[in-house]
């Protein structure tokens, strides 16, 4: 499995960016896909998530500005991020998990874009 992620750059605050990630290779249809952003000397902390089914699970810090959505067919994630604040600023990562039946999870990294929010 892989994972291509694309849409970062520069933004002044209060600005918009949409990040895209398209995974390829072999993908049960049991997953979750989501985005997850590590700013400098922080930790990596999840920003939001969709699994199979379309439901979402979206971090409190970026809920209402940020919005997850999929194109399952494509198995492609959107992460639309409008009202950008300079705390948004990170290495944004896209994320798959998914397993076949009973059988383990297996996880997945994209190779990280970066969103810049100048003040």
């Known amino acids: 499995v892989q994972l291509q992620a694309c849409g970062g750059g520069l933004v002044q605050a209060g600005g918009s960016l949409r990040l895209s990630c398209a995974a390829s290779?072999?993908?049960?249809?049991?997953?979750?896909m989501g985005w997850y952003r590590q700013a400098p000397g922080k930790q990596r902390e999840l920003v939001a998530t969709?699994?199979?089914?379309?439901?979402?699970n979206v971090a409190d810090s970026v809920k209402g500005r940020f919005t997850i959505s999929k194109d399952h067919a494509k198995n492609t994630v959107f992460l639309q991020m409008n009202s950008l604040k300079p705390e948004d600023t990170a290495v944004y990562y896209c994320?798959?998990?998914?397993?076949?039946?009973?059988?383990?999870?297996?996880?997945?990294w994209g190779q990280g874009t970066l969103v810049t929010v100048s003040s």
């Open positions: 994320n798959l998990k998914h397993r076949y039946g009973s059988g383990p999870e297996n996880e997945y």
């Open positions: 290779g072999s993908i049960s249809r049991i997953n979750v």
């Open positions: 969709i699994n199979n089914y379309g439901s979402t």
